[in-house]
């Protein structure tokens, strides 16, 4: 299963965020799961329904997100 058959996006699923897998797991969840700290195998003993490669998606669809080519800083 590829990374965009693990992230979906249904409005009719918590109002269109991106989810893992059409369930209601928000990839924001996941993402902030991972920087309090939380291992993956934590993560996973939290949520059985979550797969290991659901997790490395939605980092994989985080960095899809980060990527740009460049930021302008903003003079304050």
Same mark, same amino acid.
């Given at each position: 299963?590829?990374?965009?058959e693990? $992230? =979906? $996006?249904?409005? *009719?699923i918590?109002? /269109? &965020?991106?989810? @893992?897998? /059409?369930? !209601?797991?928000?990839?924001e969840?996941?993402? #902030?799961l991972? %920087? *309090? /700290?939380? =291992? $993956?195998?934590? @993560?996973?003993?939290?949520? #059985?329904?979550?797969e +290991? #490669?659901? @997790?490395? %998606? %939605?980092?994989?669809? %985080?960095a +899809?997100? *980060?990527?740009v &080519?460049?930021?302008? !800083? @903003?003079a304050?």
């Open positions: 299963m590829s990374t965009s693990r $992230i =979906t $996006i249904d409005p *009719a918590c109002h /269109g &965020k991106p989810c @893992i897998r /059409g369930l !209601r797991y928000p990839v969840n996941v993402l #902030e991972l %920087a *309090a /700290g939380m =291992t $993956i195998d934590q @993560i996973l003993a939290d949520y #059985e329904d979550l +290991r #490669e659901d @997790i490395l %998606a %939605a980092l994989s669809y %985080a +899809r997100l *980060a990527h &080519k460049r930021i302008d !800083r @903003i304050a």
